[in-house]
């Protein structure tokens, strides 16, 4: 799934940790998401503008001080909501869904902390394990068409890669809440 | 390399490497003890003075030798045995204890491949760090050379303690051990530096087929099949003594002396060739006990030893090769043995006949010297069938150790201990048996084609009356006695079951004792990837 | 469904290290369970405990309703002869047998005659399609059909539970999917319950359940269903 799907949840969870102005929200968001291709101005600001469109932020004060026009937005209690559900939900186990994981994984770290993003993380996994629990069976099956074999195999290696990523994170994580507990 | 790094290579291994080198080393021992026996008793000079010879109970003096040292007829009265006394059997006795390094050798052999596989791969990550082919098989030399030196300096350490400790002299000053004699101060160093350096000579040599790369270990194996050919080896043994009769006779016949390497020749060859073909034969018949054992196999056990003794039967030849060419000395002691008996019964009953005629009293003789002489030939015989026992005892241990994790596997799968126990039985005996009765044919053949019956005779001429002035020519008191006597030589069956029952029982025994080894080795521990 | 295997509280130590700290869990008749977890967490260990290949410091294994870690060494040898059958990554199979003698083994261990263990082991190597290696040594054939015949001589005692040790961890993907595929008809076929130690998870894939072990622990937020809310995300 390319960026624009998470572009808003990962706005909203910049917007948890405090009020901010789209020139900051870029440059927190490329800080935040290293290694992710940079998000160019006009996608924060047209993402912005649909997020403030469904109240789920406002334009908290506008200051001008002799140049471009910064107006900061701060979260609503809709858009918390919002990112709550998201922070929850487990993605849809599918070959390129890679890049939804790793996003909400980072926002769950900033904005919640590893215990949070251990729940995630183990919820994911199993749904991920019961998808390729199916798309085994489908290969298996008796009849099963070559098309219909190579399709699922295709999912199947990508699933299994994102899983080793999930366990290997997963244990990254667990050694992180090791040092934080006293 | 330095020598230091050399030697921290060499000795670098594990409890495997330090058995393989307490068993070079005790090896280099007896093999060091044995030439020194043999050389010491080959170093003997006769004394023939006239004190020691009435302690043999002989004359003072002998008509027409001097009772000087050494003594020119050879006779050593010094000693109390025969064996040492008589200038004929003395080389043989030297040769004989020399001959005894043979299984030594075979135990040597044998405990070089203990443990070689972990070895080689050691050798092959030092290759892998860096050394050339040449230092590594230096590495595995210098370990081989090392532990036979220090075998030979215990086994000369041994030797100079025996002589101190068996130096025993009798009432009259005879001793039993020649343990006042040294060999010559080459022959001390000869053994001392040599023993090593053939060490470690024969240990380059068994490398020169092994390619050290840094990947691994390639070892260039034979896969023929075994051929019945040394079979003609054995023919041609019995054969040269079969020849040895005729050729004497034919020599008689003609009236030309007869040369004196013939009977060396056709004796000491025959027997070679004979053994050697007994010693060849034995993969092919472990691999025709293999395939035999498969065709009537019911148990599991039968059918596992009876793959695995087709899929290698060279091994069998290399670790029964001591032990059979005993079995057939053992049966040609027997044999000679038989010959003996005969010969002396033979030869008693022309002197009963003989003193019934003239009205002499009987004398029976004495046979204890050569009786005596065999029992030692035995007591040889069985000592080099225990030291072939302990090198099959090492080949087992090191198939066990080196199949360790294949045998965990299979236990682990349900088959019990008691079938791998009862295969490796069966892998051992199935081949045993027919090469050991095979010997023991060879032995007995060799002996038969030599000599089947003996003949004695004697004729006299005695007065029947007390005055021998009344004994002319044509005197009806002068009585002429004839007497023709032939026996057979009988087979010593008893004797050679004996021996066989010997070489069998030894087997077992190192199969049991091996086998106390099986459940070590089949630990689960064995098949922790993690 | 019934439990036909039970472990409870299995601890086993090698030496310092602790392979199994405590595990409890739950083998239902007929069903395939996989065992997971990363390398050196106990899976290997856990399933020679549950398999009666080694007796547990602590804890129980109960096998339809018997307390079998109690059995001597020759009880359970003989139970892996019979009622379970047991099935490597690799080197299980003896070198020197052909490929028939391999499968036909078991049998001949529990006294059925050359002949007709003969006979059955063929039939095993045509169900697995691996007949025409059947004589044949181990060392000349493929990695996947060892694993077959491999597989056929685990099946051949006809066992109500099978244990399988990364069975394809040695193979490629296809020849590993091969032997699974196989395993699992011929699982589901005859009822026989399986359980499978693997690191991969699409071999874990195959499986009704799955286990997760970390550290000689079962980690319980790894089964099946997951916990918590499972919004997807839109």
């Known amino acids: 799934m390319a960026a624009t799907s998470v572009t808003p949840y990962v706005i909203l969870g910049l917007l948890a940790l405090g009020p901010r102005h789209g020139y900051d929200l870029k440059h927190s968001f490329d800080r935040r998401l290293p290694l992710a291709k940079p998000v160019p101005f006009g996608q924060v600001y047209a993402t912005l ?13 506008t200051e001008r001080a002799g140049g471009p026009d910064r107006t900061s937005y701060r979260l609503t209690e809709a858009g918390r909501r919002r990112l709550e559900e998201w922070l929850d939900a487990v993605e849809p186990p599918v070959p390129y869904v890679a890049g939804a994981l790793l996003a909400k994984v980072m926002v769950a770290l900033f904005v919640a902390g590893p215990e949070r993003a251990a729940t995630y993380l183990t919820a994911q996994r199993a749904a991920h394990v019961a998808r390729l629990r199916e798309l085994t069976a489908v290969k298996t099956a008796p009849g099963a068409a070559l098309p219909a074999v190579i399709a699922a195999d295709f999912a199947i290696n990508h699933l299994d890669a994102d899983l080793r990523w999930l366990d290997a994170t997963l244990a990254r994580v667990a050694a992180t809440r090791q040092e934080a507990r006293p | 390399m330095r020598p230091a790094a050399l030697l921290r290579l060499a000795l670098a291994g594990n409890r495997t490497d330090t058995v393989r080198i307490l068993l070079t080393a005790f090896a280099a021992a007896l093999a060091t003890l044995s030439m020194l026996a043999a050389a010491t008793v080959y170093a003997i000079r006769p004394r023939g003075d006239a004190a020691l010879r009435e302690a043999a109970g002989l004359a003072p003096t002998k008509e027409g030798v001097p009772g000087v040292e050494p003594a020119p007829d050879g006779y050593a009265y010094q000693y109390t045995h025969n064996l040492l006394v008589e200038p004929g059997l003395r080389p043989g006795v ?29 050798l092959a990550q030092i290759r892998l760090a860096g050394a050339t082919p040449r230092q590594a098989v230096a590495v595995a030399v210098a370990e081989t050379g090392l532990a036979a030196l220090a075998g030979t300096a215990a086994g000369m350490a041994a030797y100079a303690a025996g002589r101190v400790l068996l130096h025993r002299p009798d009432a009259s000053g005879r001793l039993p051990l020649p343990t006042d004699t040294l060999p010559p101060l080459w022959t001390l160093l000869a053994v001392g530096a040599g023993l090593p350096l053939l060490a470690a000579l024969s240990a380059a040599l068994l490398l020169r087929r092994v ?156 046979t204890s010297f050569y009786t005596s002489s065999l029992d ?114 009988e087979v010593p069956y008893a004797e050679l079951a004996q021996v066989g029952a010997v070489a069998l029982a030894a087997v077992a025994v190192t199969v049991g004792v091996g086998l106390l080894f099986l459940r070590a080795s089949t630990d689960v521990t064995e098949l922790r990837t993690e | 469904m019934t439990p036909i295997l039970q472990g409870r509280g299995l601890v ?37 405990c549950l398999a009666g290949i080694l007796r547990p410091d602590a804890g129980e294994v109960v096998y339809r309703d018997h307390r079998i870690d109690t059995w001597s060494q020759a009880r359970r040898s003989q139970l892996r002869r019979g009622e379970f059958g047991i099935l490597f990554q690799y080197g299980q199979l003896v070198a020197e047998l052909t490929a028939a ?18 006979t059955a082991a063929m039939s095993w190597l045509e169900r697995l399609d691996v007949a025409d290696v059947a004589a044949r040594r181990p060392g000349e054939i493929s990695g996947g059909q060892q694993q077959r015949v491999a597989l056929a001589r685990a ?80």
């Open chain 1, 49 to 61: 503008d649909r997020l403030a469109r469904d109240g789920l932020v406002v334009t908290a004060a």
């Open chain 2, 94 to 122: 030297a040769l004989g204890l020399l001959l005894l390094c043979i299984p030594v050798l075979a135990l040597a052999g044998q405990s070089a491949r203990l443990g070689a596989p972990a070895r080689d791969r050691r």
């Open chain 2, 211 to 366: 390619a050290f790369t840094p990947f691994g270990v390639a070892r260039r194996h034979r896969t023929r099949p075994p051929r019945p050919w040394p079979g003609l080896l054995i023919l041609a043994g019995i054969a040269a003594f079969a020849a040895v009769q005729p050729v004497v006779r034919a020599y008689a016949w003609s009236g030309r002396p007869m040369p004196g390497w013939v009977l060396p020749v056709l004796l000491g060859g025959g027997g070679a060739l004979a053994t050697i073909g007994v010693v060849l034969g034995t993969a092919w018949i472990s691999q025709a006990a293999g395939r035999v054992l498969h065709r009537v196999a019911r148990s599991p056990a039968a059918l596992l030893a009876a793959r695995r003794l087709m899929a290698d039967p060279w091994a069998g030849g290399r670790v029964f090769a001591a032990m059979l060419a005993a079995v057939v000395v053992g049966a040609g002691a027997a044999g000679v043995r038989a010959w003996f008996t005969a010969e002396f019964d033979a030869r008693e009953e022309v002197s009963r006949a003989n003193a019934r005629a003239a009205g002499w009293e009987y004398v029976p003789g004495d």
């Open chain 2, 376 to 489: 030692l030939v035995d007591a040889a015989v069985t000592v080099a069938l225990v030291i072939a026992g302990l090198g099959l005892l090492v080949y087992l241990v090191e198939g066990l150790v080196s199949r360790r994790r294949a045998y965990a596997a299979l236990v682990a799968t349900g088959v019990p201990r008691r079938t791998l126990a009862r295969s490796v039985g069966w892998q051992m005996l199935a081949p045993a048996v027919p090469a050991i009765v095979l010997a023991l044919v060879v032995g007995t053949a060799i002996m038969r084609g030599l000599v089947r019956e003996v003949r004695a005779g004697s004729w006299m001429q005695f007065c029947t009356v007390d005055d021998e002035s009344r004994c002319g020519e044509g005197s009806p008191f002068l009585r002429t006695f004839e007497i023709d006597v032939v026996r057979p030589v």
């Open chain 3, 12 to 48: 086993k130590s090698y030496g310092p290290t602790r392979a199994l700290r405590g595990v409890t869990l739950t083998v239902a008749e007929g069903e395939i369970l996989a065992v997971t977890g990363p390398s050196g967490c106990g899976k290997s260990t856990l399933l020679h």
């Open chain 3, 101 to 118: 003698e391999n499968v036909a083994l078991p049998l001949m261990l529990n006294g059925t005659r050359r002949r007709e263990a003969r």
């Open chain 3, 155 to 234: 099946l051949v005692t006809e066992p109500r539970v099978l244990f399988a040790d990364e069975p394809t961890g040695s193979l490629d993907s296809l020849a590993g999917e091969q032997v699974l595929g196989h395993l699992v008809r011929l699982a589901r076929a005859q009822q026989t319950t399986v359980v499978l130690v693997t690191h991969d998870a699409t071999v874990a894939g195959y499986a009704d359940r799955e286990i997760v072990l970390r550290d000689g622990e079962v980690d319980p937020t790894g089964l099946g269903l997951a916990r918590g809310r499972t919004v997807v995300a839109r």
